[in-house]
């Protein structure tokens, strides 16, 4: 099953030729989740060859235009293709009665239902979960109420050695114990390990999403040991002020965080218009945190 995020936008409020605001496509195992709906983002996933109907969760950072500009476009194309499924929609408690408006006044009425699950910025709670993946959410510190997200595989199985296990003549009653790691007695006394009869599952992982923000290490615990972390970084340190005022991340500051989180890469994002690339933001970051990459729109991260 695949864990991978596509950047669909790379660029702050100010869309430019080669980034276009905010936006990411993230499958993971089957699940297909929209973070962030800047403008243009239904043609980036045209573009980049996103199947737009399997779109089921759209997560929405805050209502800077930047980042949902994008979205009744999307829900309007989604409703012009036929799409009957519902969509459930995660944001700030506003973002609703804006959504609802502009469909009304325009006279468009969906052919299936929208679900919005409203976020305040301020807690750190589990969003959604099923059996294979849960999303959380945490806060961030920027100028109106922001949310990170966090994407995670469930812990894996372990896998069976169905060689050994048919040799020994087990009762396949014990294999979803022996799956899971747990030590099973058998009625004449005898311990069967789990470890002697199952691989060792394959790591989970964690993909984290840090959305406009200021630095603040207050939100190291909610992103501690993330295997991919996005984090903004609008402007290089020598803007270190403007970084300040506007609440937004230098290069360095991001790289800071993902030290002190000990993530496994960091992707920097959201570059503020001023900047014709990103190779002075991966000089910058990579004299403190060595794996990182500057994304690009159309890119592609395994996670």
């Known amino acids: ?54 779109i089921n969760h759209i997560l929405i950072s805050h209502l ?40 009304e006044v325009g006279g468009t009425k969906l052919g299936f239902d929208l679900q919005f699950v409203s976020l305040n910025g301020k807690e750190e709670r589990l969003l959604y979960e099923d059996k294979l993946i849960e999303i959380r959410t945490f806060p961030l510190s920027h100028r109106i109420p922001t949310n990170g997200f966090l994407i995670r595989e469930k812990p894996k199985e372990r896998k069976l050695d169905a060689a050994r296990f048919e040799e020994a003549g087990l009762s396949l009653t014990l294999i979803p114990r022996l799956k899971q790691g747990i030590d099973v007695e058998l009625e004449s006394g005898e311990i069967i390990y789990a470890d002697e009869y199952t691989y060792p599952a394959k790591p989970f992982k964690t993909y984290a999403y840090c959305s406009d923000t200021i630095f603040d290490e207050r939100i190291v615990p909610y992103i501690k040991n993330a295997d991919v972390l996005y984090h903004e970084a609008t402007f290089l340190n020598d803007k270190l002020e403007r970084a300040r005022q506007t609440f937004h991340s230098t290069a360095e500051q991001a790289a800071v965080i993902a030290k002190q989180a000990e993530v496994g890469k960091l992707l920097l994002g959201h570059l503020s218009a001023r900047y014709d690339n990103g190779l002075k933001h991966m000089e910058e970051a990579s004299r403190i945190f060595e794996n990182v990459r500057v994304v690009e729109d159309g890119e592609t991260y395994l996670i």
């Open 64 to 103: 800077h235009g930047d980042h949902f500009f994008g979205l009744v476009g999307l829900l309007s194309t989604l409703h012009l293709l036929g799409r009957d499924k519902g969509i459930t929609i995660y944001g700030p408690e506003e973002l609703e009665q804006i959504i609802r408006l502009q469909l």
């Open 1 to 54: 099953m695949n864990f991978e995020v596509t950047i669909l936008g790379s660029g702050a409020a100010l869309p430019t030729s080669n980034r276009n605001p905010t936006a990411q496509y993230v499958q993971c195992n089957d699940r297909h989740i929209l973070i962030d709906c800047g403008e243009g983002t239904q043609v980036q996933l045209r573009k980049y060859h996103v199947h737009i109907q399997k």
